[in-house]
């Protein structure tokens, strides 16, 4: 199995970036599937990002990227020019396979969550 802890939230004013980082506890992490979720106060949790060994996608795209160090067992969210709705908690999330999911069922570890907030 694979424990996930996400870090790197915190509070920042609009137009600016925050780097989250996503470790992974696992032996098979370059494997895996890593993908990035935030839910919003009051609205359901939305897809934001997901990488594999062979490509990566965003649905936040020319301002968040996702990036992997293997070695490091770790997963990035790079987030740029950030908006107030784009405060969310943010979760890691992975699942062993090689093509981009963007459907939450088919992720088998989550991570707790981080949360972010832009200010105006």
């Known amino acids: 199995q694979v424990q996930l802890v996400e870090s790197g939230g915190g509070l920042v004013q609009a137009g600016g970036s925050l780097r989250l980082s996503c470790a992974a506890s696992g032996r098979t992490f370059s494997s895996y599937a890593m993908g990035w979720f935030r839910q919003a106060p009051g609205k359901e949790r939305e897809f934001v990002a997901a990488?594999?060994?062979?490509g990566m996608y965003t649905s936040v795209k020319g301002r968040f990227t996702i990036s992997r160090d293997n070695a490091k067992n770790t997963a990035y969210l790079q987030m740029n020019s950030l908006r107030p709705e784009d405060t969310a908690v943010y979760y890691c999330?992975?699942?062993?396979?090689?093509?981009?999911?963007?459907?939450?069922?088919?992720?088998?570890?989550w991570g707790q969550g981080t949360q972010v907030t832009v200010s105006s």
């Open positions: 990488i594999t060994r062979g």
């Open positions: 999330a992975a699942v062993q396979r090689g093509g981009i999911t963007q459907v939450q069922e088919e992720y088998d570890y």
